[in-house]
């Protein structure tokens, strides 16, 4: 897949296997807590909104990327992973998507 800076839409469907994913990656067992948001707009995007997680570690992102690939997104999570940006929010990270958004974006 190459990158592109055009907007990828998710679906109801994606968006619950990622919250599945950082559910299953950042619950017990894990040590880590994490959320997913669609509204997200970080650095230089303008007002513009996109997916993010808000999780403790880079760490809890790799393990949510691998579980999308477990979960047959494969071609999501290589464009989550190329996409990836952060910011730094104290206890945390944002890690977010510039170009995916929601259906609704």
Do not use: W
Request: charged share 25%; proline share 1%.
């Amino acid at each position: 897949m190459e990158h592109t800076t055009t907007a990828t839409k998710i679906n109801a469907d994606e968006l619950e296997h990622i919250q599945r994913a950082v559910t299953n990656m950042t619950g017990d067992g894990y040590d880590s807590e994490g959320s997913v948001e669609l509204d997200y707009s970080g650095r230089s995007m303008y007002g513009r909104t996109c997916l993010a997680l808000r999780v403790d570690d880079m760490r809890a992102v790799a393990r949510v990327l691998v579980e999308l690939c477990s979960m047959g997104f494969d071609e999501l999570a290589q464009e989550m992973a190329e996409q990836l940006t952060t910011d730094s929010m104290g206890l945390g990270i944002v890690a977010y998507f510039p170009h995916i958004t929601g259906d609704e974006s």
